[in-house]
């Protein structure tokens, strides 16, 4: 089976262990009848992932613009071009001018720092909680974090701020209460062991009601340095999100240290960014813990497409206007109720995600179709073959819903495509079903 010129070449371009396992499987429904000996190849060929991964690509009709089950932010084009530049050879640190050793990663340091009027320094690790980690150890080993009780969060996946913090051997010493903290509380809590004061940005969630907190400004009149952790990665004001923490404006109130990610709402590569002063950044970027919390070229490639290229997939779906999305949503319908399909037009609100924009409604259009196709969208035997991609929405009220704000208007014909092929795909089953009523009471028919 191997020598077959398509499996060759499949070699060639998969290795041969996902080869080898598709000729095995194609081999046991040979041996158990399902089908004839002289099929094996070619089952064994049609069973070929499209790539050297498992991963299947997904068009994210749920509404949740940044999903965190889904990968987060979709990169730009400029930003999949700059990875396929990094993936060879590239002078990731090296100077080709001199032919020394070079700064690493300074095209895109630099970009981030350019974008970041307010920021004396800039440093990138590998994700917003290392970020914090880095920040913790080098600056709060073995002394104290003065935090608000109300913004000691969790986030997804049981992950807790004051967990990842005690871990680098950092105290908490918190302050006020759950719903409301004064300035008073902080500057009660200042003493001689106090590293730095932590204000966290409550990113999934809002309080609401007989409430108070402190601003980065006031906390930093205090005399200590001031981290924040604004977490959505905004790097500056965003008239969408007009209540939305941003980096810029942050380090200009008096934060010291400002931590964020790379993969929310800058719509970059999962990355923790670190802005602020010079000579804190020059401690944490000095400190041996941040060459195990370094990224890689691929990293450092993407952030700086992302930074100095095109608006990202995230930010014009932020920009979005509800009337864009209704005409595409309009034209869809029609080429779908033509097609025989159920399709209805109907109004949703979409959200940011991702731990940005909490309690924000984005108005936008969905595609109300169905609720039996949302398997055959999601999981039919052509997305694995990657003849398309998955289409992944959600169910209210007994109907699937695609959310029109979190698809990318050159999306829309593949999602037009993947939403008939799954309808044939039900329909079919539906005719064999059919069928076997029929064989097992002919009355029936």
Partial sequence: MLADPRLITARERLGPVIVKAAVARAQDLARSGVIGPAGVADTAVASLPPAATSLIPVINATGVLVHTNLGRAPLSDAAREALLTAAGCADLEFDLESGNRGRRGAGAVSALARAVPAAGAVHVVNNNAAALVLAATALAAGREIIVSRGELIEIGDRFRLPDLLQSTGARLREVGTTNRTSLEDYRRAIGPDTAFILKVHPSNFRIEGFSAAVGVGEVAS?????????????????????????????????????????????????????????????????????????????????????ITGPATPVQLALAATPDSIEDRAMELAERLRAAGLDCRVVPADSVVGGGGGPGVKLPSTALSLPESLTTDLRSAPAIRRGERPAVVGRVEGGRLLLDLRSVAPADDDRLATAVLAAAVLAAARSLRVSANACHRDRRSC
Avoid: F
């Fill in 222 to 306: 205090l005399g200590v340095l001031v981290v924040g952790d604004i977490g959505s990665g905004l790097l500056r004001p965003h008239p969408a999100l007009p209540d939305e923490p941003d980096a810029d404006s942050w380090l200009a109130a008096g934060a010291g240290l400002v931590t964020a990610s790379g993969d929310k709402l800058l719509g970059g590569p999962q990355a923790g960014l670190l802005l602020g002063r010079a000579e804190t950044i020059t401690l944490l970027a000095r400190h041996p813990l941040a060459r195990a919390l370094r990224v890689d070229k691929l990293t450092l490639a993407a952030l700086e497409a992302t």
